[in-house]
């Protein structure tokens, strides 16, 4: 049975089937396709008919969305540390 998804660019979706989590990350209107990047980092290019025959449902952002960057490492996330400890008034660090 077909889905009746449109494709929208950074919506993730997961296969029912298969269970895999992927987010559209390029649309091609002209030319009827859909480039979507599997969590694990694979890209893949999808005719619209073969978007139609996919058995998918929309799916949140993972919580690690940084499945398909595999050389991504904590600090290339930004400042991820704690802040310093609030210090009482007069305190001397």
């Known amino acids: 049975m077909p889905n009746e998804l449109d494709p929208l660019v950074e919506q993730w979706y997961e296969h029912r089937d298969k269970g895999g989590l ?4 390029a649309i091609d209107g002209d030319a009827g396709l859909v480039e979507i990047q ?3 980092g694979d ?3 999808l005719d619209m008919e073969t978007w139609r025959n996919l058995a998918i449902e929309l799916a949140d952002e993972p919580e690690d ?12 996330l930004g400042d ?3 802040p310093p ?9």
């Not at 992927?22 to 990350?25: I, K, L, Y």
């Not at 400890?85 to 660090?93: A, D, K, N, S």
């Open 85 to 93: 400890p609030l210090r009482q008034p007069g305190e001397i660090p």
């Open 22 to 25: 992927f987010q559209v990350v």
């Open 65 to 76: 969305w940084t499945g398909p960057f595999d050389d991504t490492e904590p600090d290339d």
């Open 38 to 40: 599997h969590f694990d």
């Open 43 to 45: 890209i893949e290019e």
């Open 80 to 82: 991820t540390e704690a």
